[in-house]
């Protein structure tokens, strides 16, 4: 097979090092690393024309804030053909940390701050020390990997870094900033796609003068599932000057076609290399999967995983003091136990003989903490199993019968760490978005109201003639919100952090109630991390209104649109659902169908098992040579499906607009949203 687009033989051999740091002094990291990670190498190379042409770096420890003295960190430096000797002077620069980035003046979070702790090659992570015992990645092991993908019926294209893809001309109109690039499936196409990747790789080729015809037609294809959404980043210059630099994210699916074959030596070579904007910053990674989520490109791994930053004995101990102050009643009760300021532990004699044998709010400090280093170690050697949800049956003062349910005590402690490391993870990613208030924690909103910032956005909506308000809240979603696509959301932003399997089980939980178990639709309901996914999806539909023109006041877990008018309050609940609709993938002529929240669509009667079980990327060999098979398969198979069908999530929009639109006064409280 030969590729026929481009000469992609003059970027090959490319070379891959694994570089470790170990941290001498804690530092903190945005959300995303690479626009910093980026600068540090360009800083200890003392910024080399040539960088953007024959350097790339990738940064897998990205969704990581905080890093301690004797932490370790790892990256990956890519060289194309013809960067070798600036690959080799930053290897040396590297092994002379923190010396090389006093010279250097290196600043911010990567500075003297670090030091080498070792290089391993890329391809087959062996340790290296210099860039000649490193593999070559050839145009013959490029061929080699592309081949098994010919075959593949189906497959996706999975971010794993932000990108920023231009929109077609027609598309951009006068638009300026951000809103010119791709930020919703409704941006982006195949061909398009197609274009950009062409495009990143031909500018490398025109780099190196050689000379590159007219960019050929892509084929005609469309995404036969794609999830896309937008986030905020932004990096910081030398002098402290923020800049703006989001991106998208998400997963594309399309069929494969023989008109696709010329196109693969491309989409296979650009996971290496990035396409888009600010490529040569880190953005446009990306990797393709097949219909079992098998893979043939394989980013290193972070030094220590997202689930062992959950499992650390203190946050485990601050969640079991969130949850012990707040045990769920039995039977019709509620919550019984009321918030205090601190959390008092009765003393209690040691008791022997099972767990279970006193409640667990009332076990003597050394116990729960024995208790919790053991639950630790189950979960991190992979050996927890989640149990189903406890449910039981409640009345409401006009009769109706519901059931409530919560998960098991210790089950809950795990979940209220999870969420507290994610709850960081997530705020710290959270940039203001256009003409939105900022954002407060749920105790500020208790304790305070509304903080001044929000007043006075309130204040000056009212101002401005905005009286009439449409408010979405995260509850709305929660027995409708498709679940896959709140775990896809995770996943693109926490990578394949084993954390993401956990939470996988988690949200396919059955419940118990009454000796039997049952199957359930939407987010489970009493779960500490349900409000933080609803909240999640809120958000991203919140930046779809913000989008279209509407005026956002989005503050900690709801999202109020305001309008001038009642019709304009009514109008904005219609553009609502069809920005629901605008998720959903191409449509099956002549059927009926319902259209999830999360952009799934359900032909017909939705089958039994139409939210299917979540799909997770395997655990894809890596090869130890070059030439070694590149596509793995599942190395396991995943459980029965127990999800039950998808509630039609624009019930929850329902619900929403049918709520009386009252007319906002000054004087009204935050409730009054």
């Not at 930020?183 to 080729?205: C, E, G, I, K, N």
């Not at 990306?286 to 930053?309: F, H, K, N, Q, W």
């Not at 009769?399 to 993870?425: H, I, N, T, Y």
């Not at 890596?622 to 070694?628: D, G, I, L, R, V």
């Amino acid at each position: 097979m030969r590729d026929s687009l481009l000469p992609l033989q003059h970027l090959l051999p490319l070379r891959s090092v694994v570089v470790c740091l170990q941290c001498v002094t804690a530092c903190e990291l945005s959300f995303f690393h690479q626009p910093a990670m980026s600068a540090f190498l360009r800083n200890l190379l003392d910024h080399p024309d040539q960088f953007d042409q024959f350097l790339l770096a990738d940064t897998p420890e990205s969704g990581r804030l905080c890093y301690n003295e004797g932490d370790f960190y790892r990256f990956t430096v890519v060289a194309l053909a013809g960067g070798e000797v600036l690959l080799a002077r930053l290897l040396a620069r590297l092994r002379n940390l923190p010396a090389a980035a006093v010279a250097a003046r290196c600043s911010g979070a990567f500075a003297d701050n670090w030091r080498c702790a070792g290089f391993s090659d890329g391809f087959n992570q062996q340790p290296i020390a210099e860039v000649a015992e490193l593999s070559e990645y050839t145009h013959e092991v490029l061929l080699q990997e592309t081949a098994p993908w010919l075959a593949q019926p189906v497959f996706a294209w999975h971010w794993s870094s932000p990108v920023r893809l231009l929109k077609e001309k027609s598309q951009r109109g006068n638009a300026r900033g951000e809103h010119r690039y791709c930020r919703t499936p409704a941006d982006l196409s195949v061909p398009l796609l197609l274009s950009r990747l062409f495009d990143a790789l031909a500018q490398l080729l025109r780099n190196r003068a050689i000379a590159i015809q007219h960019r050929p037609a892509p084929p005609a294809a469309a995404f036969t599932d794609c999830d896309l959404f937008w986030v905020d980043a932004q990096y910081r210059h030398a002098d402290g000057e923020a800049n703006v630099m989001g991106g998208m994210l998400g997963v594309a699916g399309w069929p494969n076609s023989a008109a696709l074959a010329p196109w693969w030596p491309l989409l296979v070579l650009g996971q290496y290399v990035g396409i888009g904007q600010r490529r040569s910053f880190g953005w446009g990674r990306y990797e393709l999967l097949t219909a079992d989520a098998g893979v043939s490109y394989r980013r290193s791994l972070p030094a220590e995983p997202l689930l062992a930053r959950a499992m650390a004995i203190d946050n485990l101990w601050q969640a079991y003091c969130q949850v012990a102050n707040k045990t769920p009643g039995s039977g019709a009760n509620a919550f019984a136990a009321p918030r205090t300021s601190k959390l008092q532990l009765p003393p209690a004699p040691p008791v022997p003989g099972e767990p279970d044998d006193y409640p667990p709010e009332l076990w003597p400090r050394a116990r729960v903490q024995d208790h919790l280093h053991t639950l630790a170690s189950v979960v991190l050697n992979q050996q927890y199993r989640v149990p189903p949800l406890r449910g039981w049956r409640t009345w409401h003062a006009d009769g109706r019968e519901s059931v409530a349910m919560a998960p098991p005590f210790w089950d809950r402690v795990l979940q209220q760490a999870v969420k507290q490391l994610l709850e960081s993870l997530l705020a710290s990613l959270q940039v203001p978005a256009h003409k939105t208030a900022p954002q407060q924690s749920p105790q500020q909103t208790a304790k305070n109201g509304i903080e001044s910032a929000d007043r006075k956005a309130r204040q000056q909506a009212l101002q401005q003639g905005y009286r009439w308000a449409f408010r979405a809240t995260p509850d709305d979603l929660l027995l409708s919100a498709n679940r896959q696509r709140a775990y896809d959301r995770l996943r693109a932003l926490c990578y394949d952090d084993p954390l993401l399997d956990l939470i996988a089980d988690w949200l396919a939980a059955p419940v118990a109630l009454e000796g039997s178990e049952c199957q359930r639709a939407g987010l489970p309901l009493g779960s500490p991390l349900s409000p933080l996914l609803a909240d999640l999806l809120l958000d991203d539909f919140g930046r779809d209104m913000a989008a279209a023109g509407f005026y956002l006041l989005r503050t900690s877990h709801e999202v109020t649109v305001l309008s001038r008018s009642q019709q304009h309050a009514q109008h904005t609940a219609a553009r609502a659902y069809d920005t629901v609709q605008r998720r959903e993938p191409a449509r099956v002529p002549n059927s009926e169908h319902r259209v999830n929240f999360s952009g799934y669509v359900f032909v017909n009667n939705p089958p039994a098992n139409a939210e299917a079980q979540i799909l997770r990327k395997t655990d894809a060999h890596n090869p130890a040579n070059a030439t070694a098979e590149f596509l793995t398969n599942a190395a396991h198979k995943l459980p029965p499906n127990t999800f039950t069908p998808a509630v039609d999530s624009t019930a929850w929009l329902a619900r929403v607009s049918a709520r009386p639109l009252r007319e906002l006064k000054p004087e009204d409280e935050p409730s009054a949203y």
